[in-house]
């Protein structure tokens, strides 16, 4: 077997150095160890195979022909053995977890779309997405980020600006071309409003605060979830209320269109929270300031897609 034929397996390391680099002293560097101690390293190696690995001339040294030939095969084994470690390595990589709190419909309309883009930025990371029905639902526990509407009095958590919340009349590109927009209709048509039993905000509220005729005969779908509502809205079925920047990357891609030229501005914002009760990870700051970027990317898509529209959106 082969440790019978070597004095260690140590020495077929250093012959391999040696013979790459064609010097004791180059070798000696790289290994971190003496001169003297590569010497005597392969000086056991060679009494111990019974015939010279190298033909020393002074400072200089060569390979024999035996010498050669073990060279070629220490190197091939050598990066073999160092690729399939590099590729076990690669596939047992340890994935750092990082919990984040965010509503439902955030997390599958506005995160889920840019996912790709997280991995490439963050490949090692394992996502744990605690979500949430209501944006004012206290942080999920032991999240390491939040995303939602919060109040600066609010204790133990650090925060960071992350949207101003805006409200939008949505449907439809063909939705409004055959019912018409929220404050003219169609002749003989009735609009559909889409809807929560507990939505915070109505459209009846919608039409009262842009100064707009409130609905006074129209049909309605009730939806308990508002994930159905968008999807509803998106799929023709009516005018929906839409919450930036939860519904952002609808309006961008132009699935859902503003069945209204009055955007709400309520004055609160959406934060990126975390708890200042513990230190923050540098991985935790990369992805809050991940999160910040692409939400300001979305703002300035956003504004041009609305003001396309004659619609002043603002700036976020």
């Not at 744990?128 to 999920?140: C, K, L």
């Not at 063909?174 to 003989?188: A, C, I, T, V």
């Not at 799929?235 to 929906?240: L, R, S």
Request: a neutral charge.
């Amino acid at each position: 077997m082969l440790r019978h034929k070597l004095p260690s397996t140590n020495s077929l390391f250093t012959f391999e150095v040696v013979a790459r680099l064609g010097s004791f002293s180059s070798a000696a560097r790289e290994l971190n160890v003496t001169q003297p101690a590569v010497s005597r390293s392969i000086n056991s190696l060679e009494s111990h195979l019974g015939y010279p690995l190298f033909v020393r001339h002074g400072r200089w040294i060569d390979l024999t022909h035996n010498g050669e030939r073990l060279f070629r095969t220490t190197s091939t084994s050598f990066n073999a053995i160092n690729e399939t470690l590099r590729e076990i390595s690669k596939q047992h990589e340890s994935h750092e977890k990082v919990s984040i709190s965010m509503s439902t419909t955030a997390v599958n309309f506005w995160f889920i779309p840019r996912m790709q883009n997280f991995r490439l930025n963050f490949p090692a990371v394992s996502l744990d997405f605690r979500m949430f029905e209501n944006d004012v639902d206290a942080m999920a526990k032991d999240a390491d980020l939040c995303i939602r509407l919060s109040d600066p009095k609010e204790g133990n958590t650090q925060r960071w600006p992350f949207a101003e919340e805006r409200i939008l009349a949505l449907c439809s590109s063909e939705y409004l071309m055959e019912y018409g927009s929220f404050d003219e209709p169609k002749k003989g048509r009735l609009h559909t409003v889409l809807e929560a039993p507990n939505q915070r905000y109505t459209l009846d509220e919608y039409a009262h605060a842009t100064g707009r005729p409130i609905l006074s005969s129209h049909q309605s779908i009730t939806f308990s979830d508002y994930s159905s509502i968008i999807q509803a809205a998106i799929k023709g079925q009516g005018i929906a209320l839409g919450w930036v920047p939860e519904v952002s990357q609808m309006i961008i891609e132009g699935s859902l269109i503003p069945a209204c030229t009055q955007v709400v501005k309520t004055g609160r914002r959406y934060h990126v929270l975390a708890s200042n009760l513990t230190p923050m990870r540098p991985l935790i700051e990369d992805i809050r300031d991940w999160l910040i970027k692409e939400m300001r990317s979305d703002s300035t898509a956003i504004n041009s897609a609305l003001r396309a529209r004659m619609i002043d959106f603002g700036t976020a």
